[in-house]
């Protein structure tokens, strides 16, 4: 007995530097309940391995307690000022509640699974703040794909299942929304079905083959073959972040690409669109203001590759970024078809938004390019990221941000063409439009409060506060990340 507990102390010494880890404390619960969802959760061996999991990958600059405790509140939150995650029984004695009234088997083993993933998301906040990654798009996406990240890596099938559940209890829960207007578009999380497709798609493309029985018949086929293309990659970007804080292992470069000054890289504009006399006004505005934003994205940038954007007709209505040749596309059809879309508009409105959607375009499908190009280490979906940095770069332009109410209008015209929840593409790579168009708003307001007072009102004061400290962070981690190629955000 002695021996064994000599090597569990020794164990312990060794996996864990005595100064700086994650120290679960649990205090004693008193209802009923709580002192049922306690012992449920302490008992949990899942739990602790995934904690010396963590101890004994990362450093921390310093102690981050991880409490349990019964807080009157179903939630579990990192905190900064403390450095502390906390996580109450009330959430616990919830699940259990939740799962039972839905008729899951073995609800108390998806309580524990379900508490070991919001457990993991919580310690992705941890680990985004205490040790300062530059984590872009929703933090709380960011947190997820951590959590997915860690759950289907670190700790074997369990952690699949951990994963599984959680998409389970997201999916419940988002099915239960049957009104457009309960759905909380302006909320720093994802809907509660995004969250289930998106912690899904990690689970699959974490081992495509030993999962897709589960998984294809839930998951539109083609999001399913983009989510096995991109978990490597997110692989490596998280591999990138956290790489200088492990215990043992070498850190990476944040930047494995770098421009070369002696050989500047430009991006070039062609028009494609074939015309057999004179374009007509509105075409020749168009194509002005893609030279005009491409003209300043080359006074601003220094690309790690040659970018070509071309205006032409395409077979679908859309702009993409083709990272082999460096095109940025820039869809004919696709304007078009806003432009009809908008007719509905008074004529100055209409300018004014078809002229904001051609200058967000240019600034979208570049942020792409650089994204793929440089090879940035962006937390969330490519398409997320590309389009936070081109939001940015239209608030902080002067002359581009009197484009951002009009943007928010296009989003305004794309979010109403949906009429019910279910006309909503959940699965999508990209967040919604109604989520982008408070975004973008919200961001706005809080970058110039004075410009624009009035946008005050779409949001509660809660939100607003929590988007002054988010604007604040993403325009640092995105100062961080394009440092080397130019930062006019
Ligand atoms: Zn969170």
């Known amino acids: 007995m002695r021996a064994r507990l000599m090597s569990f102390v020794c164990l312990v010494f060794l996996q864990s530097p005595a ?61 900064g000022n403390s450095h502390s995650i906390t996580v109450s029984y009330d959430l616990v004695v ?50 997820d794909e951590f959590a997915a990240l860690m ?82 990659q997110k692989v ?42 004179l374009l007509p006004v509105s075409e020749l505005a168009r194509i002005q203001q893609f030279q005009k934003v491409v003209g300043w994205l080359n006074r601003s940038y220094s690309p790690p590759k040659h970018l070509y954007a071309k205006y032409m007709v395409t077979d679908v209505p859309k702009n993409f970024f083709l990272p082999l040749t460096g095109n940025i596309i820039l869809s004919k059809p696709f304007f078009d078809s806003a432009d009809s879309r908008l007719n509905h508009l008074k004529a100055a409105e209409k300018f004014e938004t078809l002229k904001a959607l051609e200058t967000f375009s240019v600034l979208q499908e570049f942020s792409r390019g650089i994204i793929e190009d440089a090879k940035l280490p962006i937390t969330g979906e490519p398409e997320d990221a590309a389009a936070e940095l081109a939001m940015l770069m239209v608030i902080r332009h002067p002359e581009y941000r009197k484009l951002a109410e009009p943007l928010g209008r296009w989003y305004k015209v794309l979010g109403n063409s949906k009429e019910n929840v279910l006309q909503l593409n959940y699965w999508s790579e990209s967040a919604l439009d109604q989520q982008r168009y408070y975004d973008l ?18 949001f509660s004061p809660k939100r607003l506060a929590k988007m002054r400290y988010e604007y604040q962070n993403k325009r640092r981690n995105w100062w961080r990340l394009l440092q080397p190629f130019g930062t006019p955000i």
């Open 19 to 79: 100064s700086a880890q994650l120290v679960p404390s649990w205090q004693n619960a008193v209802s009923a309940d709580g002192k049922a969802a306690q012992q449920l959760i302490q008992s949990d061996p899942a739990h602790d391995e995934l904690v010396r999991y963590i101890n004994s990958t990362y450093r921390f600059p310093r102690k981050v307690p991880l409490i349990y405790t019964e807080a009157g509140k179903i939630n579990a939150w990192y905190q």
């Open 94 to 143: 919830f699940l259990r509640k939740f799962f039972r009234a839905k008729g899951v088997a073995n609800p108390d083993q998806r309580t524990r699974e379900t508490v070991a993933f919001i457990l993991l998301h919580e310690m992705g906040h941890a680990l985004i703040h205490e040790l300062d990654l530059p984590a872009v798009g929703r933090e709380e996406d960011a947190a």
């Open 151 to 232: 759950a289907t890596r670190a700790v074997g099938d369990r952690g699949k299942n951990m994963a599984f559940t959680a998409a389970e209890w997201f999916g419940l829960m988002g099915r239960g929304i049957a009104k457009m207007e309960d759905l909380e578009f302006w909320d720093e999380h994802s809907l509660n079905s995004q969250r289930f497709y998106k912690i899904l798609c990690m689970i699959y493309g974490s081992n495509p083959a030993a999962t897709e029985e589960v998984v294809k018949p839930l998951v539109p086929v083609t999001r399913l073959m983009t989510a096995k293309k991109r978990f490597p």
């Open 236 to 277: 490596q970007r998280w591999d990138r972040l956290l790489s200088s804080h492990l215990l043992n292992g070498r850190a990476l470069p944040l930047h494995p690409i770098l421009p070369e000054p002696a050989n500047p890289r430009q991006i070039s504009f062609q028009n494609e669109v074939k015309s057999g006399g």
């Open 441 to 458: 708003l919200g961001y706005l307001h809080v970058a110039y409060p004075q410009q624009f007072p009035h946008l005050s009102g779409l």
